[in-house]
């Protein structure tokens, strides 16, 4: 094995120890030397793909809006209407948590995070502010193919944060 291979090995032994760490204790119940036990890894180890426990905490994130984009992107562009396509993206949303499974408790730390530390709630209400739009734009697709009842988009998005 290469030394790059093994320090890809390490990273992401050390993403899923603090992903199991996160879900079972939260952010601040979890600690680099609790990670770093789960990992099998140093603190030098830790130290050296990560700066700190926020940055493998952010990285989870990162990785887990991205699988979110390529799971919404990749439903429905086959779809004749945009109702169709919605729903696809629904049922894409839904996949998405449910190959969560576990995951979930942390995932839900997420949102918690956000709230307390302003560099989690930039890195989580960035990508939540571009679904926004999207949504928008596809409901003002929607009247436009006469598919959707004719709506204001900004409400429609109103209605999406009071849902969440």
Not at 8 to 15: A, F, K, N, P, V
Not at 56 to 82: C, K, N, R
Request: charge should be negative; aromatic fraction near 10%.
């Amino acid at each position: 094995m290469s030394a790059q291979q093994r320090g890809e090995e390490t990273r992401s032994r050390i993403l899923q120890a603090a992903a199991e760490s996160f879900a079972e204790h939260g952010y601040d119940g979890s600690g680099v030397a609790e990670i770093c036990e789960r990992a099998g890894v140093t603190k030098g180890g830790f130290y050296h793909h990560f700066p700190s426990k926020q940055a493998v905490f952010l990285d989870l994130l990162e990785h887990w809006l991205a699988e979110v984009d390529v799971q919404l992107e990749a439903a429905g562009p086959e779809s004749d209407t945009v109702p169709q396509r919605l729903l696809q993206m629904a049922e894409a949303a839904r996949r998405v948590f449910q190959a969560a499974g576990g995951q979930l408790p942390m995932f839900l730390e997420f949102w918690s995070q956000a709230a307390r530390d302003p560099e989690v709630w930039q890195a989580t209400i960035a990508p939540y502010r571009r679904y926004q739009a999207f949504f928008s734009a596809m409901v003002q697709a929607g009247i436009a193919e006469g598919t959707l009842r004719d709506v204001d988009p900004e409400a429609a998005n109103i209605l999406m944060e009071e849902i969440e």
